[in-house]
């Protein structure tokens, strides 16, 4: 590929851009596919008597559909951040990763959901009964997103079990505010404006934008540590 500068250069790496976080976006949808569909029957009937019907079985697909696909979006994040294999199919390093990584998002996915489950459970009773211990727990659903996030990202980046992968996840969270703040204000910001004022986003870009962000912020903390160990070791 040649080399090229100026305002063509920026308009075609623009492009080139513009073409990565949309191909994953919509790979992430179509493998997430029937997790979209239900969420999206459940917005349009909007009665929790009828919600109850999709929300049964989206909570069983999760681990076995939206934790692989997402997953493997992060992946190829990870690609793009230490800039790893910039010349490969978008559509071949999806599934690469997808298929490496679909037994350890399993696991993940069933902890993790089973976790999710729990907090909805709780915020939707103290909505109605403790006000204070319904902040409580919507603060804790903040924890709980970043700490999601993180594992995400130490899924692709290194080869762990889940106990070590979920260990340095809370780790992390907890031990990293900057890192924490990085990811729940930039996540918030993306998913506040694809849902409220540009809804295109959410097709083609919020998902892949949130992973991208949150491993660029993630491995800018790995490189951190790895250097103060080196600095400390010598």
């Known amino acids: 590929m040649t080399n090229q500068s100026g305002l063509m250069g920026g308009l075609f790496t623009l492009c080139v851009w ?24 459940m917005l349009v009937l909007g009665r929790v008597e009828t919600m109850m019907v999709f929300l049964v079985p989206m909570i069983a697909l999760l681990p076995f559909v939206f934790f692989p696909a997402t997953t493997a979006m992060f992946g190829m994040a990870r690609d793009w951040v230490i800039k790893d294999r910039d010349g490969s199919s978008l559509i071949k390093t999806y599934w690469q ?31 109605e009964n ?20 993180n594992l995400f990202s130490i899924t692709v980046h290194y080869d762990m079990t889940f106990r070590e992968s979920i ?29 409220n004022v540009f809804l295109f986003l959410l097709p083609f870009f919020t998902g892949s934008l949130i992973a991208f962000l949150s491993f660029a912020a993630f491995y800018s903390r790995y490189l951190k540590i790895t250097q103060a160990g080196s600095d400390s070791g010598s």
């Open 18 to 41: 513009f073409m990565r976080f949309s191909a994953a976006n919509v790979l992430w949808l179509l493998f997430s596919f029937p997790i979209v569909f239900l969420g999206l029957n």
């Open 97 to 127: 990763y997808y298929k490496e990584n679909y037994k350890r998002s399993i696991v993940n996915g069933l902890v993790m959901t089973a976790i999710w489950v729990v907090w909805v459970v709780d915020v939707y009773y103290f909505f």
């Open 167 to 195: 260990k340095n996840a809370c780790l992390i969270t907890v031990g990293s505010p900057i890192l924490f703040v990085a990811i729940a204000i930039s996540s918030g910001i993306i998913i506040y404006m694809s849902f």
């Open 130 to 149: 403790n006000f204070y211990l319904f902040i409580f727990f919507l603060t804790m659903g903040i924890v709980l997103f970043v700490l999601t996030i």
